[in-house]
């Protein structure tokens, strides 16, 4: 039940929520906080935010639970690719910088992409397509709620051989 209210607070249009957040620092410490699991899965994770990046609206703790779903998703993609192909290529790239009014972030993998019957469904709740006792569904879903609740979008697109999941996040402002 509680999981269930949470999802429908996200769902509730408001107004916009969070405090001015360094998006750099939050990107550093979802990036840490999977470090050790990139480095046993032979993940090489890249970083490229651009200089001087505005504060966003955002709440840090939230917007890390955001990168760090998304982060520990490519992994989990990165992760079926077959470990015996030198050419398998196991990379997330992360980079940020602004544009106009609001910060882009984008984090990209190389593990294949998403196929387009599952990602026409990926931000629903409790939809999934990991093996059952695996994943819950709600990550991607609640990830969605919590960006639209400071003001932002989320997406996902496919390019360069893997998925690329865009967040914009309006500049702090007030």
Do not use: Y
């Not at 001087?52 to 992760?79: E, F, I, K, Y």
Request: aromatic share 4%; net charge negative.
């Amino acid at each position: 039940g509680d999981i269930i209210e949470h999802i429908r607070q996200f769902g509730r249009p408001g107004k916009a929520s969070g405090q001015p957040t360094d998006v750099a620092a939050v990107v550093e410490e979802a990036c840490a906080v999977l470090h050790e699991r990139t480095e046993r899965a032979g993940i090489t994770v890249t970083r490229r935010l651009a200089a001087s990046l505005p504060p966003v609206r955002a709440t840090p703790g939230l917007l890390q639970q955001v990168l760090v779903n998304l982060l520990a998703n490519a992994c989990d993609a990165l992760a079926e690719l077959p470990r015996d192909e030198e050419a398998a290529v196991r990379r997330i790239d992360v980079s940020a910088d602004r544009q106009g009014d609001v910060v882009r972030l984008r984090i990209a993998d190389t593990a294949g992409g998403i196929p387009e019957a599952v990602m026409r469904q990926i931000f629903e709740p409790f939809f999934t397509t990991k093996p059952v006792g695996q994943g819950t569904g709600l990550g991607l879903s609640v990830s969605f709620g919590i960006v639209q609740n400071f003001g932002g979008a989320i997406n996902v697109h496919n390019q360069d051989g893997g998925a690329v999941f865009e967040i914009e996040l309006p500049v702090w402002a007030e």
